[in-house]
């Protein structure tokens, strides 16, 4: 990684774990923060590697100037004046017996580099874009010269394709994986399901309780939020809770609970956006010691547990962490799929930078 790349990768980390500090580490308000935090990098879209700069115009030109410098044997096989391919296939007995495969897959190719030429004037016409070649010699020489120049592109074309294609379904992997990360896996209308990406519907305890939590953001950070005794605004004075001591109504409460964030989304969504965003999370859990082991929370708790109560309002997340020092986050789901989803946008820059030098 370039020293400017790794500084702004530095930079990010440290400006998305200022926040932390200004409120205690305990504070649903924090909380919310860091949820907000990574709420908002797996709802950015990801646009950035799009590759535009696409090779085959200039590259169908030069067929087409090959065409036009062809042998007059060889164009009068094609019918140039019609809209679509005619033929549709090689004359009988033309094509070598070796290669009657080959010339049936290139024959609409060929026609296209005809067509191009009549609808360009492309080596014809008073005022040609490319005026005709008149020396037959000159001809046969550009001709030949025109199809090296072919041959030595078509292998890059081939690869640029190849590119276009691999981009295109590593935007499908990354797209999955901040969906999942977001709302768990087997979503239905953008809501997480019961046993997928949340544990359950029906009571905070069922939902949030030890062991429970991890399998998405919504999840987590509905609990965070929401209560099983009353409907205090502990999260955030924008999002107004349900008591979560029976069935949460999550087509409501959770579009209301992604629009109380605040920060806009940002321009783009990079890899180190996504780093900062899991390490604010990494920062933002407290300990406390229960029987030598380290319970783990992010959250309001007076004790070392969560059950949901206005005073143990937290998402408990020690089965994910190490019990004796309460270090290394591991195997959390959800941050598993945000960790894919950066690895992802890393491949996602090097494949689209592969391409734009395939195709100055």
């Known amino acids: 990684m370039a020293l400017s790349m790794w500084l702004n990768h530095c930079a990010l980390i440290v400006a998305a774990l200022l926040p932390l500090a200004e409120t205690a580490a305990n504070d649903n308000a924090a909380a919310h923060r860091v949820y907000c935090g990574l709420l908002t990098k797996a ?28 042998s007059n044997d060889w164009t009068t096989m094609f019918d140039t004046s019609k809209d679509k391919v005619s033929p549709k296939n090689p004359p009988d007995g033309i094509a070598p017996p070796n290669d009657k495969e080959a010339w049936q897959k290139m024959w609409p190719e060929w026609w296209a580099a005809g067509r191009r030429c009549v609808i360009e004037k492309i080596g014809q016409g008073d005022k040609p874009a490319y005026p005709p070649i008149s020396k037959p010699s000159q001809k046969r020489q550009a001709h030949r010269e025109l199809q090296k120049l072919i041959d030595g592109t078509q292998p890059l074309l081939a690869a640029y394709d190849n590119l276009k294609s691999e981009l295109k379904s ?142 143990k309002l937290c998402v408990d997340y020690t089965a994910y962490f190490d019990k004796s020092s309460a270090h290394n986050p591991a195997k959390i789901p959800w941050k598993e799929k945000l960790e894919k989803a950066a690895a992802t946008i890393t491949e996602l820059e090097a494949k689209a930078l592969e391409g734009r030098n395939l195709a100055r």
């Open 170 to 311: 590593a935007k499908t992997r990354l797209n999955g994986y901040l969906t999942e990360a977001l709302i768990g896996e087997k979503s239905v209308n953008n809501l997480p399901t019961a046993g997928n990406g949340i544990a359950a519907l029906t009571s905070w305890s069922a939902a949030c309780g030890a062991n429970l939590p991890g399998k998405s953001i919504a999840a987590d950070f509905l609990c965070a939020c929401n209560n099983n005794a009353d409907t205090t605004k502990q999260c955030s004075t924008n999002y107004d809770p349900q008591q979560w001591n029976s069935n949460i109504d999550l087509a409501t409460k959770w579009p209301l609970l992604k629009s109380s964030r605040k920060e806009p989304l940002p321009a783009a969504l990079t890899a180190a956006a996504i780093h900062g965003a899991l390490a604010a999370f990494n920062a933002a859990p407290q300990q406390k010691d229960s029987a030598g082991t380290k319970q783990t929370f992010l959250g309001l708790s007076n004790s070392h547990d969560c059950d949901g109560s206005t005073t």
């Open 43 to 70: 709802t950015t879209p990801y646009t950035t590697s799009d590759l535009n700069d696409d090779p085959s115009t200039a590259f169908n030109t030069i067929l087409a100037m090959n065409f036009s410098t062809s």
